[in-house]
């Protein structure tokens, strides 16, 4: 897979990571209780890799990363079956192709998204 591609996804993991520590109250009371985490020093935590790991791409796919960000809460999408899972518009065959399988960076012609194909 394209290291940026690889980036790109932990970039989209780390972020629901945080949602979901923010959104669920249980899941904070248990690492708090349980685990003795802070969950407002992990967030920042996370915060912090979410920014160091923007800055490791080019400036291009940043800037594409961030204008996709502002519109989307998942900015990869999976194509599955030569569909984009983002947007659900069929995306053109030359990207869907096992050719080259996720070497090389493919964008949705519809949303825009960042697209990984999977088996």
Do not use: W
Request: net charge negative; hydrophobic share 35%; aromatic share 6%.
């Amino acid at each position: 897979m394209h290291q940026h591609l690889e980036t790109l996804l932990e970039i989209q993991d780390l972020k629901s990571q945080k949602t979901e520590l923010q959104d669920t109250e249980t899941e904070r009371q248990v690492q708090e209780e349980v685990f003795n985490i802070s969950i407002d020093d992990a967030l920042d935590a996370l915060d912090r890799k979410v920014v160091e790991m923007e800055e490791s791409l080019p400036a291009p796919i940043r800037s594409r990363y961030n204008r996709l960000a502002k519109r989307y809460p998942r900015v990869v999408a999976p194509v599955i079956r030569g569909t984009c899972y983002g947007c659900f518009v069929s995306v053109a065959t030359a990207v869907s192709s096992d050719a080259g399988r996720n070497e090389e960076i493919e964008y949705c012609e519809s949303c825009g998204r960042f697209l990984y194909l999977v088996d």
